[in-house]
């Protein structure tokens, strides 16, 4: 599991690292780093941390149980925000989260036929994972909101300084030599796995260009969402018998949709009516005295 997170790593680098250079050739100068290289240590360690707690946690859970407590995520990366970041979350939001999960949770629940598995070594990396992953989200947040850093900056120092994490890591669980050795001989494998974080890249991208623009909030809604939509569109690319838990799934998805719609909806409205109140400058206080002197006059009088 760290070897995959270290492939993921030594590719995000280098794109990232192509990025930042292509913005300051165009303007002109390379930029200064706007967040402190203390939140970006932190950053990546949440990331390299929660990324290999989640592929551990495989080991000993299976997908189902895994998606349930990853779909959950949503709901601690609110509640840090609110009780960290200070950020306002309406009581609607919180009821969509909600509806969000249990849409993730049933159609996993709906794919393995309630085979579920309760492994406590498995749970304690699972929910390890969660934690750290809303706090790196949080944490991305205030990276790329509060300091207004790139989203090419903070992939670059978060996957950056993620690396010789990763690397401690593998020296102290000896898989160094052996994940080496078995990429050498395995190019295909390889092939994959850069395919693999080629995609995954891009995701990122998105990911956090949705977190500067909406909050972590959001973009955690909207990888909760493609939760449910992965198992949807599997009806498709494989046919599988159809379970109640999917329809449950299925309705508390599109509930929570419209939640979401809802709620954008009256941030448009709000943010439309506060761009069309002009600003009203302060009139003069009633007693104070206005002069209706013209300008050259008021001066001739004043010389004279």
Same mark, same amino acid.
């Given at each position: 599991?760290?070897?995959? /997170?270290?492939?993921?790593?030594?590719?995000?680098?280098?794109?990232?690292?192509? @990025?930042?250079?292509?913005?300051?050739? @165009?303007?002109g100068?390379?930029?200064?780093?706007?967040?402190?290289?203390?939140?970006?240590?932190?950053? =990546?360690?949440?990331?390299?941390?929660?990324?290999?707690? *989640?592929?551990?946690?495989?080991?000993?859970?299976?997908?189902?149980?895994?998606?349930?407590?990853?779909? &959950?995520?949503?709901?601690?990366?609110?509640?840090?925000?609110?009780?960290?970041?200070?950020?306002?979350?309406?009581?609607?939001?919180?009821?969509? &989260?909600?509806?969000?999960?249990?849409s993730? $949770?049933?159609?996993?629940?709906?794919?393995?036929a309630?085979?579920?598995?309760?492994? @406590?070594?498995?749970?304690?990396? $699972?929910?390890?994972?969660?934690?750290? /992953?809303?706090? @790196?989200?949080?944490?991305?947040?205030? !990276?790329?909101?509060?300091? +207004?850093?790139?989203?090419?900056?903070?992939?670059?120092?978060? +996957? *950056?300084? %993620? !690396?010789?994490?990763?690397?401690? $890591?593998?020296? !102290?669980?000896?898989?160094?030599?052996? =994940?080496?050795?078995?990429?050498?001989?395995?190019?295909?494998a390889?092939?994959?796995?850069? =395919?693999?974080?080629?995609?995954?890249?891009? *995701?990122?991208?998105?990911?956090?260009?949705?977190?500067?623009?909406s909050?972590? *909030? $959001? /973009?955690?809604?909207v %990888?909760?969402?493609?939760?449910?939509?992965?198992?949807?569109?599997?009806?498709?690319?494989?046919?599988?018998?159809?379970?109640?838990?999917?329809?449950?799934?299925?309705?508390?998805?599109?509930?929570?949709?419209?939640?979401?719609?809802?709620?954008?909806?009256?941030?448009?409205?709000?943010?439309? #009516? =506060?761009?069309?109140?002009?600003?009203?400058?302060?009139?003069?206080?009633?007693?104070?005295?206005?002069?209706?002197?013209?300008?050259?006059? #008021?001066?001739v009088?004043?010389?004279?």
């Open positions: 599991p760290w070897a995959v /997170a270290l492939v993921e790593l030594l590719c995000f680098v280098p794109a990232a690292a192509f @990025q930042e250079r292509l913005q300051a050739s @165009q303007g100068k390379r930029p200064e780093r706007k967040a402190s290289l203390l939140l970006y240590i932190s950053t =990546a360690l949440c990331l390299a941390l929660s990324q290999s707690f *989640g592929k551990v946690s495989l080991r000993y859970l299976n997908y189902a149980t895994c998606t349930i407590i990853k779909s &959950a995520k949503l709901v601690p990366t609110l509640l840090l925000s609110v009780l960290w970041l200070r950020r306002s979350v309406r009581l609607a939001e919180w009821v969509a &989260a909600c509806l969000l999960v249990a993730a $949770a049933l159609m996993a629940l709906g794919a393995s309630v085979d579920l598995s309760f492994n @406590q070594l498995g749970l304690v990396y $699972a929910i390890a994972n969660l934690a750290l /992953a809303a706090l @790196q989200g949080n944490l991305q947040e205030r !990276i790329l909101k509060d300091h +207004n850093a790139s989203i090419s900056e903070a992939m670059l120092y978060t +996957n *950056g300084l %993620g !690396i010789p994490i990763v690397l401690v $890591a593998m020296v !102290i669980n000896q898989e160094l030599v052996p =994940a080496f050795w078995y990429f050498f001989a395995s190019p295909h390889v092939a994959l796995l850069f =395919a693999r974080s080629i995609t995954f890249y891009a *995701g990122a991208v998105a990911y956090n260009k949705l977190t500067k623009e909050g972590t *909030g $959001a /973009a955690t809604a %990888g909760t969402a493609r939760k449910s939509l992965t198992v949807l569109l599997s009806f498709w690319l494989f046919p599988k018998p159809f379970h109640r838990n999917y329809v449950f799934g299925i309705v508390s998805f599109l509930a929570a949709d419209a939640l979401y719609l809802h709620l954008n909806a009256r941030r448009a409205a709000e943010r439309r #009516e =506060a761009a069309a109140t002009p600003e009203q400058s302060p009139e003069p206080h009633k007693y104070e005295h206005v002069s209706t002197i013209p300008q050259e006059e #008021e001066r009088i004043t010389n004279g």
